[in-house]
């Protein structure tokens, strides 16, 4: 099976990912969304650590699965906080520390 | 090598001193001037004491404030009287001593020593500073007599004696000093004293603006002794008299006549010469001891002695003399025309000290030949002058601060003795034989007549200025005496006027004699300006006491014989005296000054000086100050200012990113990952990795 397959695959799961991040006002989405690039990028590197032929990426990828689920903690913690006091969980809402 | 100089100047001196014992008809050239000697007899070390004195006064009258307003004044007159008592202990010691030992350098202690340049404070005692500490101290003392009188009524009396006493304290200093250094604290002195008193009475605008232009001319006049040090150090290394004056004779002419010129600038500036004479006029504003003690014995003689003092700098540069005779003789006419329009007693008397240092300076300027005749008419001139002005004071005094001479006349009837002790002012400065003002002004007349160099036209320019300036000045000084003194009463005398003698319009007068304080000086003065010339002048005491300084004149013949020209001077001097007698005591003169000729317009505005300096000099120079700033805010401030609008603009423009939208800042992150990736791969790309 040809590599390159699954670093287009890659490439496409980031851009949705990004495209959610972007346009989507739902924090929970926008949460999926950064999951989904957090994926694709691991993805990359397990895809380029098979290429080269050593574990370099897929420690990385372990490395950043941990650091995904402890954001994933914080950031669920953060909106909950902010569903509570507001009584919504979108981004445009949240805009008081400008200025 | 200092032992050797040492032995062989020892035996020298004695040798002059066995050989000339008292005078000698000598025809030594002006390089027989004495050297310095460091030995100080035991009497001059009282000399510091001459300037201690009079600013020990002023500290404690300034410093003790309003409690010593009781006894402030006589304070005062008691410290300038302590000072000419010292001043007595020091010339009669110096009497004692042989003619070629009184020049003494008396070093106080050590004030800058930087790498090659070693300056001390010292005071050099010599017979031409003598002269004028104890014509200052005297003629200082005498006014200070006179404003406690003059003054008495005035609330700030105690501040204006510390002013007076540190005036003569500056111009001792001035005086005593034994470098150009310590000489230009004393000039400012001097400068800051003059400043102070001319404004005395500064709640009035006028005033305060005439201190103000006195103290800008001076500083103008200032800088030219600055520049004069300058080139001193470059040129000497040094600015003590003792090195200059033994080094001058070796440097170039170059040197030596733009330092001349320099110090010639600084003499215009204190004595009020052309061109910087515009202040005196105004500083009439000052109260009449001031102005006394400004143009008799402080103040305006000190360019003169800068000039005389700086003998051997000139001595070197036939330029700088030339230009110092020029100087003097178009003041000299200056004055004198000035002095023929003005109706205000004190500005004739003013245009007239202007004329009479005018002489000065051209004698001064003419060398060896004229030196010791410059600071003798400064002594006649300092009696005589000081006598008047305290005349003027004492005409004002009766006639309630009145200074219009178009309302005086007949005073000679109400004021007997300012009459007699101005009258013999005017005797004195009109040069009639024997009063003081004859055995000065002629010798420079004659002085002005001698052809230097061997060049014809400078003795008959100069000389024939100088006996045109004596009958001008014989003329104002008449018509002032005239107008003052005799004629018909011309103010109102307020009796409703029943003989019709007196106007019955303007105000009214009762002119009365000046107490005696105020009398006894102006009889002490008028004294002085009748004998002291002939007693100076008498065995030729006063040119042999100041050789030692001035060294020995050639003697050399004038032009003319010197009969003639005595008859001359006196013939022109008496036409003056007719003609101002038959225009101003025996035709009536009008109250409302007639409009007069174009020079007399002229004259009567100070021949345009002022206009002339505003023109050519003020308003230029605002021209260019406006300009600068003008530049400077457009181009430099606002070169800034518009770099600082545009970072400022551009950040207001930006603050507008910081919407508080999240999905904007994520937005803006991706498009900076993208150039950033994208620079990346156009740089590793482009270098062919």
């Known amino acids: ?99 | 090598m200092p032992t050797v100089t040492l032995l062989s100047a020892l035996p020298r001196a004695q040798e002059l001193s066995t050989l000339l014992p008292g005078r000698l008809p000598t025809t030594l050239g002006a390089q027989e001037i004495v050297p310095a000697t460091t030995f100080v007899p035991g009497p001059f070390l009282l000399a510091p004491l001459l300037i201690a004195l009079p600013l020990l006064g002023a500290l404690v009258l300034l410093l003790a404030g309003r409690r010593s307003d009781r006894w402030g004044a006589w304070f005062g007159v008691l410290m300038s009287a302590g000072a000419f008592v010292v001043a007595l202990v020091v010339f009669f010691s110096m009497l004692g001593l042989p003619a070629d030992e009184r020049v003494v350098d008396h070093r106080l202690f050590d004030w800058i020593a930087v790498g090659g340049l070693d300056v001390g404070v010292g005071l050099r005692l010599d017979p031409l500073s003598m002269t004028f500490v104890l014509l200052v101290t005297f003629v200082g003392t005498l006014i200070h007599v006179y404003a406690v009188a003059y003054m008495e009524h005035d609330p700030d009396k105690r501040r204006f004696f510390a002013y007076l006493n540190l005036f003569v304290a500056a111009m001792l200093l001035l005086v005593l000093a034994d470098s150009y250094l310590v000489l230009f604290v004393g000039w400012e002195g001097v400068g800051l004293a003059s400043y102070l008193l001319i404004g005395f009475w500064n709640h009035e605008r006028a005033n305060a603006v005439a201190a103000k232009k006195a103290f800008i001319m001076n500083r103008v006049g200032d800088l030219g002794l600055i520049v004069a040090l300058m080139l001193m150090f470059a040129g000497f290394g040094a600015v003590d008299f003792a090195t200059v004056f033994a080094d001058a004779p070796e440097v170039g002419a170059g040197l030596l006549t733009a330092t001349g010129l320099a110090l010639l600038v600084a003499a215009c500036g204190k004595s009020a010469q052309f061109p910087l004479q515009a202040w005196l006029g105004d500083a009439m504003a000052g109260p009449t001891p001031v102005s006394a003690l400004i143009h008799a014995a402080t103040m305006v003689t000190a360019g003169v002695y800068l000039v005389v003092r700086s003998a051997p700098i000139y001595e070197g540069s036939p330029t700088a003399q030339l230009v110092v005779v020029v100087v003097g003789a178009v003041t000299l006419l200056f004055g004198a025309i000035v002095g023929c329009a003005k109706d205000d007693i004190k500005k004739v008397l003013a245009a007239s000290t202007m004329s009479q240092i005018g002489y000065m300076m051209l004698a001064a300027g003419l060398g060896p030949i004229g030196y010791a005749f410059a600071i003798f008419h400064l002594v006649t001139h300092g009696f005589f002058k000081a006598g008047m002005f305290l005349g003027a004071g004492s005409v004002m005094h009766g006639m309630e601060d009145g200074v219009d001479m178009r309302r005086f006349g007949a005073l000679s009837r109400y004021m007997k003795v300012t009459w007699v002790t101005f009258g013999l002012g005017w005797l004195a400065i009109l040069g009639i034989p024997p009063f003081s003002g004859f055995w000065s002004k002629d010798k420079i007349i004659e002085a002005a007549f001698v052809p230097v160099d061997g060049q014809e036209w400078r003795a008959w320019v100069f000389g024939g200025v100088a006996l045109l300036g004596a009958g001008i000045t014989a003329f104002y000084m008449s018509r002032l005496f005239f107008m003052t003194f005799h004629g018909r009463a011309r103010w109102n005398d307020g009796s409703g006027n029943p003989t019709g003698t007196s106007p019955t319009d303007g105000p009214v007068r009762h002119p009365h004699e000046s107490p005696a304080l105020m009398t006894a000086p102006m009889i002490v003065l008028a004294v002085g300006s009748a004998a002291l010339g002939g007693l100076l002048a008498f065995g030729n005491v006063f040119v042999d006491w100041l050789s030692p300084v001035t060294g020995h004149a050639e003697h050399a013949e004038p032009v003319l014989p010197v009969w003639s020209l005595i008859t001359a001077t006196l013939v022109l001097v008496l036409l003056g005296v007719l003609l101002a007698w038959r225009q101003f005591a025996v035709a009536p003169v009008p109250i409302v000054p007639p409009r007069g000729s174009v020079l007399t317009r002229a004259a009567r505005q100070d021949l345009y000086q002022d206009q002339v300096n505003e023109a050519v000099l003020m308003r230029p120079g605002q021209y260019l100050t406006r300009f600068l700033v003008y530049g400077d805010r457009q181009m430099v401030d606002g070169g800034w200012m518009g770099l600082a609008g545009l970072v400022g603009a551009t950040g207001e423009k930006l603050r507008g990113m910081q919407n508080g939208f999240v999905r904007s800042y994520a937005a803006t992150m991706l498009a900076g990952l993208i150039v950033i990736v994208a620079v990346v791969l156009a740089v590793t790309t482009g270098t062919g990795s």
């Open chain 1, 1 to 99: 099976m040809e590599l390159t397959n699954y670093l287009v695959l890659a490439a496409v799961l980031f851009t949705i990912g990004a495209t959610t991040v972007l346009l989507r006002r739902n924090a929970i989405i926008v949460f999926m969304g950064i999951e989904l690039m957090l994926n694709a990028t691991n993805l990359t590197f397990v895809t380029f650590a098979r290429m080269h032929g050593d574990l370099h990426g897929q420690v990385i990828a372990f490395f950043v699965m941990v650091v995904a689920a402890a954001e994933v903690v914080v950031g669920l913690a953060i909106i909950v906080a902010i569903f509570r006091t507001r009584r919504s969980a979108s981004v445009d809402d949240v805009n008081l520390l400008k200025n």
